[in-house]
């Protein structure tokens, strides 16, 4: 597990309030999907805390090791008014992969999946999809991306990754339409065995599971929820 401290090369704005903060690649090992935590160490803090967990958005591949986050000025958490201070040439301490919550896992070229991504889950999807781009380009995979408007974060990023992962199909999907049972079961059509992942808020996370358990009588073993939840004195969750 790495420990150390990483040091700031950019902060790029993406759509909708989000930030990547780009950051000299570490000597850490680690797979695409997962997270790290992070310190902090300002004061005055409120009691959300010091430290943040957020998921690596960059592939092992690239070029530097990335996260995104979304920041609201004044009504941020005083751990993101911090963040959101860094200079490129900082540093911030970093400990990682974290085995809390590690589930985000879809590196097998053999198996298919259906990505449910809500807003900002999309950042393990992206790290996930840049590695097989690198990688062998073979990955069999649907992604439903759903956000309340069109500043879908990574968007043309995402849809330009059609030349290099030809097996990958993209639908976006906005307020007031959701991901719902038939747009599952339609992503889902192609596919023997699919692996369902989910990866956004709690409520976004929940509702897909509920969808794909209850309506489409998906098993639990082919379903993996990775929730930005709350972490006691570690934020908010979304
Ligand atoms: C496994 C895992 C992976 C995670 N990965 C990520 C990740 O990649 N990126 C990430 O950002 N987080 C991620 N998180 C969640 C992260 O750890 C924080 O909990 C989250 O970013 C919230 O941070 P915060 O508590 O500092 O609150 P802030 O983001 O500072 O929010 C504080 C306040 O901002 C306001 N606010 C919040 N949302 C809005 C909105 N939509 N419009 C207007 N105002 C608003 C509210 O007043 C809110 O109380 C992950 C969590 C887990 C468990």
Redesign the pocket.
Known sequence: MFTGKLRLRDVKKEASNAHTFVFEKPRAAWQAGQ?FMFLKPHFPFDL?GVT????V?SAPEENGFA????Y?GE???S??RSLFSMQPGDRLWSFGPSPL?DCFRALDTARQYVFLAGG?GI?PVRATLLHHAAASGALKATLLYANRDEEMIFKDELTALHSTLPALGITYITSPEHINAAAIAKAAQAYSAPVFIASGSRRFVGGMVGILRNELGVQKKDIIA??????PF?????
């Not at 570690?234 to 979304?238: H, V, Y």
């Open positions: 997270h959300k943040r967990v957020f998921t958005c996260f995104t986050t979304r609201f009504k941020s958490s751990f993101k919550y900002l950042t990775d929730m930005f939840r709350a972490i570690s934020g908010a969750g979304l």
